[in-house]
């Protein structure tokens, strides 16, 4: 429960600083450009609030390895996430990187995940696909695809809704 209310509330910290500090960052961060098929926004919108999950997400880790210190997975876990994030900031702040790159990064660190936390999807309870998962590297592709389609599909919902970092 710690570690929840932990990542709560540094995220919510995170967001208002975000927000509260909008002049000293938006030349970077906010998207001025208005123009587009899935820009729909009146004002420019900041585009960073993945930062403030990614705040929480840290800090709830920490919390928990500073109860569990053997507990290494979750260590694990924030490098497999490394790529993803990495790539998401560049793209906010530059505005430069193309969907191609980011959904490759995305799945290099779905990959990541599957090899080295054995985060596979290995079973749907159809009959005919969990037999299919059983072949070795399926189940991984399968959770490759689901992770990184997933990520581009929130990615799509929080550039229309912004709630990764609401106002």
Same mark, same amino acid.
């Given at each position: 429960?710690?570690?929840l209310?932990?990542a709560f509330i540094?995220s919510?910290?995170?967001?208002?600083?975000?927000?509260r500090?909008e002049?000293?960052?938006?030349r970077?961060?906010?998207?001025?450009?208005l123009?587009?098929?899935?820009?729909?926004h009146?004002?420019?919108?900041?585009?960073?609030g993945?930062?403030? +999950?990614?705040?929480?997400?840290?800090?709830a880790?920490?919390?928990?390895?500073?109860?569990?210190?053997?507990?290494?997975?979750?260590?694990i876990?924030?490098?497999?996430?490394?790529?993803?994030?990495?790539i /998401?900031?560049?793209?906010?702040?530059t505005?430069?990187?193309? +969907?191609?790159t980011?959904?490759?990064?995305t799945?290099?660190?779905?990959?990541?995940?599957?090899?080295?936390? /054995?985060?596979q +999807?290995?079973?749907?309870?159809?009959?005919?696909v969990?037999?299919?998962f059983?072949?070795?590297g399926?189940?991984?592709?399968f959770?490759?695809f689901?992770?990184?389609?997933?990520?581009?599909a929130?990615n799509?919902?929080?550039?229309?809704?912004?709630?990764?970092?609401?106002?």
């Amino acid at each position: 429960m710690s570690g929840l209310l932990t990542a709560f509330i540094s995220s919510f910290i995170a967001t208002l600083l975000i927000i509260r500090f909008e002049g000293l960052h938006s030349r970077f961060s906010a998207d001025s450009n208005l123009d587009g098929p899935q820009k729909f926004h009146k004002y420019s919108v900041s585009r960073i609030g993945g930062v403030s +999950i990614a705040i929480g997400i840290f800090a709830a880790t920490l919390m928990r390895l500073k109860n569990n210190p053997l507990n290494i997975e979750e260590l694990i876990l924030l490098v497999c996430v490394i790529p993803t994030f990495a790539i /998401g900031l560049t793209e906010d702040l530059t505005k430069r990187v193309g +969907i191609k790159t980011r959904l490759i990064f995305t799945a290099i660190a779905a990959v990541m995940a599957a090899t080295y936390l /054995g985060a596979q +999807i290995t079973r749907l309870d159809i009959s005919g696909v969990d037999y299919l998962f059983t072949i070795p590297g399926v189940a991984i592709l399968f959770t490759v695809f689901a992770i990184t389609g997933l990520s581009n599909a929130y990615n799509i919902i929080d550039g229309f809704n912004w709630w990764a970092s609401s106002r």
